[in-house]
Structure formats: C-alpha cells, structure tokens
C-alpha cells in the first residue's frame, strides 16, 4: 500500500509542478471532466436503482437535485461533457488522421480552438439552465 502512495503522492506532484501550458491545461481539464461525468453517471446509477428498491430514498434525491448547488453543479456537468467529448475528438482525429500535426505550435492552436468551441457549444446550455434554475428560484 505504501508503494501505491508513494506512486499516487510522485504522480499528483507531477501534475501541479509541470508547467506545460496549453497541452497540459487541455490534459489536466480532460481527465477533470472525465472524472466529474463518471462521478455523475455512477450517481444517477445509484439514485435511479432507488426508484425502484427503494423509493423514499429516489424521492429524497429528487428534492436535493432541486436545490440551487446541484443545479448550478449539472451546468458545469454539461461543460464537462461537452469538453470531454470536443477534446477526445481532437486527440483522435490528430492520433488517426494526423499524427504529424503533432507539435507544439500546432497542438497549442489545437488546445485553445477546443477550448474555445467547448464554451460556444455549452454557452447556449448553461444561459437556458441558469434561467431555469432562476425561475424555479422564484416560485
């Protein structure tokens, strides 16, 4: 176990210290969102089960879904689905298609264009749910 932490300890350092710019900000946001949509599949497997094992628990769950933190949380969800997605089409259209464009100059443009057409993407979906969590404030 030791030899597992010591890894995981030399590997999060490694992250935090390697100062690569564009690549490494597009990498770090891949595996963030990555992680943050699994986190919320493995949730919204749980919570659905409940509906039907059992249902006071799914009815609770619906009740915090309503309040202001998980809506705000589902509008960085859909950026994190939209990036996430955007992104691994980049790397595997670079990884299959053009394996060349693969430097430095290129993949920083590369980085910054997805990062770009991830918010145009999710701009639109994040002003209609913001309005809607706003209504549903109000009543």
């Given amino acids: 176990m030791t030899t597992f932490m010591t890894s995981l300890k030399t590997s999060l350092a490694g992250y935090l210290k390697y100062k690569g710019r564009e690549g490494q ?31 006071p628990l799914y009815e609770h769950a619906v009740i915090l879904y309503r309040l202001p933190a998980f809506m705000i949380g589902e509008i960085f969800l859909v950026f994190s689905v939209v990036y996430h997605g955007v992104n691994g089409l980049r790397v595997a259209y670079l990884d299959l298609k053009k394996p060349e464009a693969w430097t430095i100059s290129k993949q920083r443009k590369a980085a910054k264009t997805t990062l770009i057409v991830s918010i145009l993407i999710w701009l639109p979906a994040a002003v209609i749910m913001a309005s809607n969590m706003i209504k549903h404030l109000g009543d």
């Fill in 25 to 55: 900000t597009a990498f770090m946001l891949h595996r963030i969102t990555g992680l943050g949509t699994l986190l919320f599949l493995t949730i919204h497997i749980v919570d659905t089960a409940a509906a039907y094992y059992y249902p």
